[in-house]
């Protein structure tokens, strides 16, 4: 079982909070990431990170931003919570070198009312 | 074109049967590939990975490259309902500095009947 830990799993906020999701390794990979899927549909890389300072942003364009000030810990952060930011939130990790397996956490379900 | 493609299902097999699902990708710089399993509501889980052209087998499970024809597939033999999730081809490239990136499509979603 993967040492990959995301809270809360289930969030539900009013529009407009900020919001912090939680994301936390003990495998000590250098590589992170942040993924969102919608129910049914594809996983889609909104941020990633190759080591300590560093960010980079995915593939699809995100209001959210992350930080990387520890190797464990991979937060991505919300300023002002949207309806349109309903979905799941999954973080994932994996080693540098050989191509390697990316462990998941075990996501957040993000609902904005 | 997609870089990955699998026929989004659903693909219903009966119970014992072999499940077959197919991937075709479009990267022709992609040397590996992962086949990854996601219940409903779960996250993704790798079950294979395969780096060379031909077969690799673990278990109830076959994995299939061929280079050539940018083709990916896997096998699942006696297929149960437990084996019942989205399953996602992730070609991987190399995108340098030691590192590899990991493109996940829609997946196929399969449905064994029992």
């Known amino acids: 079982e993967a040492d990959i830990y995301q809270t809360p799993r289930y969030l539900v906020i009013g529009t407009g909070k900020k919001i912090t999701l939680e994301c936390s390794q003990t495998?000590?990979?250098?590589?992170m990431y942040w993924y969102q899927q919608d129910p049914g549909m594809e996983l889609h890389l909104i941020h990633y990170?190759?080591?300590?300072?560093?960010?980079e942003k995915g593939d699809l364009s995100s209001e959210s931003t992350v930080s990387r000030i520890r190797t464990e810990h991979f937060p991505l952060t919300l300023e002002s919570a949207r309806p349109s930011h309903t979905s799941q939130y999954l973080c994932?990790?994996?080693?540098?070198?050989?191509?390697?397996?990316?462990?998941f956490g075990q996501g957040t379900r993000l609902t904005v009312v | 074109q997609k870089e990955v493609e699998q026929n989004s299902g659903p693909l219903s097999v009966p119970e014992g049967a072999i499940a077959s699902l197919n991937c075709t990708y479009s990267?022709?710089?992609?040397?590996?590939f992962f086949w990854y399993r996601q219940y409903s509501g779960k996250s993704p889980e790798l079950i294979m990975s395969i780096y060379s052209n031909g077969d690799k087998e673990d278990g109830r499970f076959t994995a299939q490259l061929n280079k050539a024809s940018q083709y990916v597939s896997l096998l699942i033999r006696d297929s149960q309902p437990s084996d019942s999730a989205t399953y996602l081809c992730v070609p991987v490239r190399y995108s340098g500095a030691g590192s590899y990136q990991l493109t996940f499509g829609k997946g196929t979603k399969l449905s064994v009947i029992p």
């Open positions: 994932a990790s994996s080693a540098t070198g050989s191509p390697t397996e990316a462990f």
């Open positions: 495998m000590g990979h250098d590589k």
């Open positions: 990267d022709r710089v992609s040397q590996s």
């Open positions: 990170s190759y080591g300590v300072n560093s960010t």
